[in-house]
């Protein structure tokens, strides 16, 4: 069994910032990529950052500059700073993990999601 869980999320006003975590546990050998992605209110699923397991990071336009994802290899977590937070950011945060598990089979693995609201 392999478990994702995020934290971190919240209400915070236009401008501030939010540290959110993501800690991947159980049958794990090895994780490779992780990322983030969100769903905003009637939209679909979009990436927002991944980074590789050697730190190489990728990250969606709208975001540039004002958020940071990183990692802990040690302790299978990931990180999103973001800050400098609008309205258009209030989304449901999803982390996700390529990772190989102990049959030694790599799969993709989901969190359950975090709920961050911009107000204006």
């Known amino acids: 069994q392999v478990q994702l869980v995020e934290s971190g999320g919240g209400l915070v006003q236009a401008g501030g910032s939010l540290r959110l975590s993501c800690a991947a546990s159980?049958?794990?050998?090895?994780?490779?990529?992780m990322g983030w992605y969100r769903r905003a209110p009637g939209k679909q699923r979009e990436l927002v950052a991944t980074?590789?397991?050697?730190?190489?990071?990728n990250y969606a336009d709208s975001v540039k500059g004002r958020f940071t994802i990183s990692r802990d290899n040690a302790k299978n977590t990931v990180y999103l700073q973001i800050s400098s937070l609008k309205p258009e950011d209030t989304a449901v945060y999803y982390c996700n993990a390529d990772l190989m598990n102990s049959k030694l089979r790599s799969e993709v693995y989901w969190g359950q999601g975090t709920q961050v609201t911009v107000s204006s």
């Open positions: 980074i590789t397991r050697g730190g190489t990071t």
């Open positions: 159980g049958s794990i050998v090895r994780v490779n990529t």
